[in-house]
């Protein structure tokens, strides 16, 4: 059983389904497992996936608390259904509220290998929740926590108190294309689909309209680069909480034009190849897939410099970083390589190189290979 929380475009969701479409390819029983359908997207990717997807129900993103707990209490019973009724020989939890919720439910129902996962920070996370997830983690009943980078697990034993020895690095991978879009044919269609003149210089990014995401400071430096560059075009892909605030933020800075939020997109890949600059300005990461993605798509970065991005862009370039919560050097940031179009190129190859790195073929071998060692150490 693979567990996480929502039924959503995120990071984590992503990593699940990378990673169960590789266990089913090669011959493993897997099911995915959520506690609810925030987006609404159980259907489509039942039928996009070849493997069982099931939500339980469990939340509503717009519900009352109390009707939110009588769901909970249905969600966590057809979870414990879902444990007698099949033999799992091992679950992997995605997120710290699958990892308190799922991971004792196992244990008391016989699961051999139980296996967290820490992806890093998360907002409205509270002490009371950490110190749970702490003992949790620490305890028997976690057979071995995984963090998906260095800092994640710098961060999980300074900050959450987790013990060295519960903790494995794997890093996160993604899934290259086998062949590259082609960028001319790419701008022909992202600039007429959204409307733009061909000319435009864009500026992408992409991820869940959240606090960690710092759109906000995005927007706030558009209007400098936008005085040196009045043909950029910022777009963001993703939804999240914060849709209202930005959509507020850019009517007041009269950003209608040159500030597009376009929602969730089936055609990232598409726009990552149209796209002029990629931009991450996170106020914190674990290890970004969006980065990674944008990397191997050949594009030039500007990126905050935070610890879960400095460490893939170690080697890159230091132009490119901006402190967090700086809209100024973002602004600063992205000038400096839309200035320079010989430096963007050299970038984007650069770029690709760096991400061969990070694999889902070799992130998902470590998993099962974890997963393995951990069963003959029972056996044993």
């Excluded at 060295?164 to 991978?173: E, M, Q, S, T």
């Excluded at 674990?286 to 050949?298: I, K, N, T, Y």
């Excluded at 905050?304 to 050097?329: K, P, T």
């Excluded at 190859?349 to 290979?369: H, P, W």
Aim: charged letters at 20%; aromatic letters at 8%; proline letters at 3%.
């Amino acid at each position: 059983m693979l567990l996480a929380t929502k039924i959503a475009i995120g990071g984590a969701e992503k990593l699940l389904l990378t990673q169960a479409s590789w266990l089913h390819e090669h011959g493993y029983d897997v099911k995915a497992v959520f506690f609810y359908d925030q987006q609404g997207l159980l259907e489509s990717w039942t039928k996009e996936y070849g493997f069982p997807i099931q939500s339980l129900g469990a939340w509503r993103a717009d519900g009352f608390l109390l009707q939110d707990m009588i769901l909970l209490v249905r969600g966590l019973t057809r979870l414990l259904r879902l444990f007698r009724e099949h033999k799992f020989g091992a679950i992997e939890t995605f997120t710290q509220h699958s990892n308190l919720l799922g991971l004792p439910i196992a244990w008391l129902m016989g699961v051999p290998v139980r296996v967290a996962t820490h992806h890093g920070r998360i907002e409205n996370f509270s002490a009371g929740l950490n110190f749970l997830h702490r003992l949790l983690i620490n305890s028997r009943i976690t057979s071995c926590m995984v963090a998906v980078s260095e800092y994640v697990r710098s961060y999980a034993m300074k900050v959450d108190g987790i013990r060295p020895d519960k903790i494995r690095v794997i890093l996160n991978g993604i899934t290259f294309a086998e062949s590259r879009i082609d960028r001319a044919a790419a701008r022909a269609y992202v600039t007429e689909k959204l409307g733009m003149d061909p000319k435009a210089l864009l500026i992408f990014s992409a991820g869940r309209l959240r606090l960690q995401k710092g759109y906000g400071h995005l927007i706030n430096a558009a209007p400098a680069v936008l005085r040196k560059f009045p043909q950029a075009v910022f777009m963001i892909a993703g939804e999240g909480i914060m849709r209202s605030h930005l959509e507020n933020m850019i009517s007041r800075l009269n950003l209608e034009r040159s500030v597009r939020l376009l929602g969730n997109r089936a055609d990232v890949p598409v726009l990552l190849a149209a796209t002029d600059l990629f931009v991450l300005p996170s106020l914190w990461e674990g290890l970004p897939l969006a980065l990674l993605e944008a990397l191997s798509a050949g594009c030039a970065v500007v990126a905050s410099d935070v610890e879960g991005v400095r460490e893939i862009l170690v080697d890159y370039h230091a132009a490119s970083f901006a402190g967090s919560e700086d809209s100024d050097a973002l602004a600063n940031a992205i000038l400096s390589l839309l200035e320079h179009e010989d430096e963007r190129r050299a970038l984007a190859q650069r770029g690709v190189g760096l991400a061969q790195k990070y694999s889902s073929e070799n992130m998902c071998r470590q998993y099962e290979s974890l997963i393995r060692e951990l069963a003959i150490d029972l056996k044993n």
